[in-house]
């Protein structure tokens, strides 16, 4: 006869790659130990392989025609549904980013700030193609109209800010239709982790929002070089070299390029350029008559 | 078939110098090192100028002045930079014959092109940026919004002028100032555009022609006093480009190359669609972007089609670009025949059935004749690679949707044509083809107010309408 432990062992989860709306392990196995900012152990999350990245790419191209072909109506109600999530999660989420070093009361702001970053994206999902787009007056008997359309898929290198940071660069690439691989930041990727399990209990198609984890350097350049990516956003690349090596590298298909500017303030206004980077012009044209 | 006789346009209005020098800052300069090349008219292989191949020293020089300028320029008030485009718009319409002519004698293209499509429309582009000179902050990008600097400007030899308007009204409109690089086959154009600045009293260093080849737009390329490249032309340029531009923090634009798919279904007004498909692949002798290179045609009208096609081809008219009767001018250059020549032969060697009309060509000059393929398959060359030239290749289809897997099975994603009676088909079909133009029961038409750009390998950044400021602006 055994004594019951008076102190329960927690069950801890495990933290996984986020891909086609499912959670694998990295296929090469490989995992990293991730600690809290003192340094004492928080879990071994999953070390992403370039095998990862591709599987990645192919799922996110495979859910870009329901994405993109989705009304801008659905987009906007699935980024409420996901700030909806996210805000069930407070807590969670604050106590991940204690882990992460981040002080408990600005952790709080930063939570409540990821949520209504999401809120105000979802509510451009139907309003940026009126600011974007424009009725072309031409010289003769032609209909012409411009409308915004999504560039593809869409690689995200993340920025180190867990959440805020994370929330504020994949929201504005999904919201217009188009899907993303998103390389979580390095240091502390566990609410990216987290977010993920948000996203999968949002109506998010799987496939739409794919998060790796693991070493910016090394995902980084798969991506920036892989022929069906349309664009990379290398917002969280913070050396100076490797955001160049990314930049060439993207040149092969001449992807569309948001370069790092370092030192972006989370909390501020985004304005509409992390939409408008992701998105192509389309001018269809028609003779008018009888 | 009626008889034409000979209808040839005057070239008495075009006073071509024996030799031309580099525009910088006003004034006609020598280079520094570099060497006299001619210039030629490929209907006809006559040496009609020459010009100087500008140096990295020149490219230097260049863009000091333009760098001395935009002070000055950048401060204008909008409502002057217009009056100065406004100038510039109707001296073009005031010497578009002679603009026409030139163009046509350096190009190779008609002159009924050149003289009804490019000029008007290169006045017209002038006339529609000059007017946003001074409305730049009801254009959606803040209430100020501020120029670039020192803008590169690359162009091609296909529409010299009119890619010279492309590129220089709107940043002259958005109060940059210019370094632009024609191309070597077709310098004359732009060097008479400079006497056109110098005629409208431009402020001097403001536009910069710089002429010559690949070293020269590189030297503009990697020179790192220059703020912004745009660029039109190949997509194998335009992916070097990118890559040195990486990590400079140079803003980018790029128009490169296509494959359109021109996609005819059985519903099709049948006669609308061959004067489609024929203004779509064989308009400027195919040397056009956007051209429809890639005819796709419903299986159940393909025969019908094809046979109106041909004979529609019968009666198209090749030869003396000058002449007004002339439908197929010259190709630009021998090095572009070349590779139209390479990819044809290409099309026979893997499969492909080729069929021109009879069709007598010149015995001087760089020519090739209106050309179709069928029995091409997605796999061909002929289907994948740019011809540039006056090259159609025929691909069937069964269903809407197989229509649209086969249109964007490209790398390019430029433009788009649709013909058919139903509205709602048009747009559907418009909603899923990945490409920045799609014209719908009509091909190839341009317009200073109607954004044009193309997606994935066709390049990035739009030119033309509001859209076009973007580009020029520091947003």
């Known amino acids: 006869m055994s004594k019951t432990d008076p102190v329960r062992l927690a069950v801890r989860k495990t933290y996984k790659l986020y891909i086609g709306g499912a959670f694998p392990r990295s296929e090469s196995g490989r995992s990293y130990p991730v600690t809290s900012s003192k340094g004492d152990f928080l879990a071994n999350a999953a070390k992403a392989s370039r095998k990862d990245a591709r599987d990645a790419v192919s799922a996110a191209r495979r859910a870009f025609p329901g994405w993109s072909g989705a009304t801008p109506y659905n987009r906007g109600q699935i980024l409420y549904r996901v700030a909806e999530m996210l805000e069930g999660r407070r807590a969670q989420f604050v106590a991940e980013l204690v882990d992460a070093g981040t002080g408990r009361a600005e952790a709080g702001r930063n939570v409540d700030a990821a949520v209504d970053r999401l809120v105000w994206y979802a509510g451009w999902s139907d309003k940026i193609t009126s600011i974007v787009g424009a009725a072309n007056p031409v010289a003769g008997p032609y209909f012409n109209l411009s409308t915004p359309e999504p560039t593809g898929v869409v690689a995200v290198v993340a920025p180190e800010d867990p959440l805020l940071g994370l929330v504020s660069v994949v929201a504005p690439v999904i919201v217009t239709g188009n899907t993303c691989v998103v390389v979580a930041g390095e240091r502390a990727p566990l609410p990216a982790v987290t977010l993920a399990e948000v996203l999968a209990t949002s109506d998010l198609p799987g496939g739409v929002v794919n998060i790796l984890t693991g070493s910016t350097a090394e995902i980084a350049p798969w991506l920036a070089s892989h022929m069906d990516v349309n664009a990379i956003d290398l917002t969280g690349v913070t050396d100076a070299e490797l955001a160049v090596a990314c930049e060439e590298a993207a040149a092969e298909n001449l992807k569309r390029v948001l370069r790092p500017t370092g030192g972006t303030d989370w909390s501020a206004d985004p304005g509409t350029r992390r939409m408008t980077t992701f998105l192509e012009t389309k001018t269809v044209w028609h003779p008018t008559g009888v | ?475």
């Open chain 2, 1 to 475: 078939m009626f008889e034409y006789a000979p209808a040839p346009e005057s070239r008495a209005v075009v006073d071509i110098r024996p030799s031309y020098r580099l525009f910088v800052g006003g004034e006609w300069t020598d280079s520094q090192g570099g060497t006299a090349h001619k210039t030629v008219n490929p209907a006809s292989e006559e040496a009609l100028s020459e010009v100087v191949w500008a140096t990295e020293a020149d490219v230097d020089r260049a863009v000091g002045a333009a760098r001395k300028a935009f002070g000055v320029w950048s401060a204008l008030p909008g409502s002057e930079r217009a009056k100065y485009l406004f100038r510039i718009a109707r001296i073009i319409q005031e010497r578009s014959r002679e603009l026409a002519v030139l163009e046509t004698l350096d190009n190779g293209k008609p002159i009924r092109e050149s003289r009804d499509v490019d000029l008007p429309l290169v006045a017209a582009h002038f006339f529609y940026y000059a007017g946003w000179a001074d409305k730049l902050g009801h254009a959606g990008y803040g209430p100020d919004p501020r120029p670039l600097g020192v803008a590169g400007q690359i162009i091609p030899w296909n529409f010299p002028l009119l890619m010279l308007a492309w590129k220089i009204a709107p940043a002259l409109a958005c109060g940059n100032t210019v370094v632009l690089k024609p191309a070597e086959t077709t310098p004359l154009t732009a060097l008479l555009f400079a006497e056109i600045c110098q005629q409208a009293d431009l402020p001097p260093g403001v536009v910069n022609i710089v002429t010559g080849a690949g070293e020269t737009g590189a030297a503009l390329v990697n020179h790192p006093d220059v703020n912004k490249i745009a660029f039109t032309g190949s997509t194998e340029v335009g992916r070097q480009i990118a890559r040195s531009v990486a990590g400079s923090g140079k803003r980018l634009t790029l128009e490169l190359g296509g494959k359109a798919a021109n996609i005819v279904f059985d519903d099709a007004a049948l006669d609308q669609a061959v004067e489609g498909v024929v203004n779509g692949i064989f308009f400027n002798q195919g040397h056009v972007c956007c051209a429809g290179s890639r005819l796709l045609v419903q299986e159940s009208v393909a025969e019908e089609l094809l046979e109106a096609l041909k004979r529609r081809l019968t009666t198209l008219r090749l030869g003396d670009p000058l002449d007004k009767n002339t439908d197929i001018g010259a190709i630009n250059s021998a090095a572009q025949l070349a590779k139209i020549r390479e990819l044809s032969e290409a099309g026979e060697a893997e499969g492909a059935e080729r069929w021109s009309p009879a069709c007598p060509l010149p015995e001087r000059g760089y020519w090739f004749p209106p050309t179709i393929f069928t029995g091409v398959a997605q796999s061909h060359r002929i289907a994948r690679e740019e011809v540039f030239g006056p090259v159609l290749s025929v691909l069937t289809f069964r269903t809407p949707a197989e229509a649209v897997e086969k249109a964007n099975n490209t790398p390019y994603g430029l433009s788009a044509g649709v013909w058919t009676e139903k509205g709602s088909r048009i747009l559907w079909m418009a909603d899923r083809l990945r490409a920045g133009v799609v014209w719908a029961n009509t091909f190839n038409r341009f317009d200073p107010t109607s954004p044009f750009g193309g997606y994935k390998e066709s390049g990035y950044g739009r030119e033309g309408g509001r859209h076009g400021l973007e580009a020029y602006l520091d947003v």
